[in-house]
């Protein structure tokens, strides 16, 4: 069984991995995006990603320590599924919507990394109080950075909903022996 003070550092090496990999992405979901408020979303977003990585490095400075990064499988599927959107998906409001949904999964992915590390900061580290710290304002940083985008929500989504109204056909209708099936069960309730 691995000690928690490896997991913690492992999981540090994950998350500059993960920095490293969003501030790639991120320009490029940026350019991606047509609606405004998503883009300047976008934007804010990579330069709180740029001080979280130099924050993480921080850390390992302060135990004077490597700051490596460690290949992050998680995060690398998030944005490989977002690529792929962005692929399939035309330009306009169905994509803003798609990608807005990226930025909450990215987003939880990394508050619960940083939740999870200040948690056990706190355990292991009793004696630096820096490093606890510092992994309180990065789980601070996430939360607002959660609140943002979902503030995003309904415009994106309802944006995207109301372009697709026009396409979208009726269900179609249940057929006879569905219906008789449907009287049948009311008619003896449920079990």
């Known amino acids: 069984m691995r000690p928690l003070h490896k997991l913690f550092w492992d999981e540090m090496a994950e998350m500059l991995h993960v920095k490293e990999l969003l501030l790639k992405a991120l320009p490029k979901m940026s350019g991606a995006a047509a609606k405004e408020k998503l883009k300047e979303a976008l934007g804010i977003y990579r330069t709180d990603v740029e001080q979280h990585s130099a924050k993480l490095r921080s850390i390992f400075q302060t135990f004077e320590m490597f700051a490596r990064e460690k290949k992050c499988d998680g995060m690398m599927g998030v944005l490989l599924k977002g690529q792929q959107i962005m692929q399939r998906t035309g330009q306009g409001p ?31 580290m009793k004696t630096n109080d820096e490093a606890v710290t510092t ?57």
């Open 94 to 124: 169905a994509l803003d919507a798609a990608l807005h949904a990226q930025c909450l999964k990215i987003t939880a992915y990394n508050l619960a990394s940083y939740y999870s590390l200040h948690s056990w900061a706190k355990l292991l």
């Open 135 to 191: 992994l309180k304002e990065l789980v601070r940083s996430e939360t607002e950075a959660v609140v943002r985008f979902s503030r995003l929500a309904s415009e994106c989504h309802s944006e995207a909903a109301n372009q697709q109204l026009d396409s979208v056909r009726p269900p179609p209708r249940p057929s006879r022996k569905v219906g008789k099936e449907a009287r049948d069960f009311a008619h003896w309730g449920a079990w």
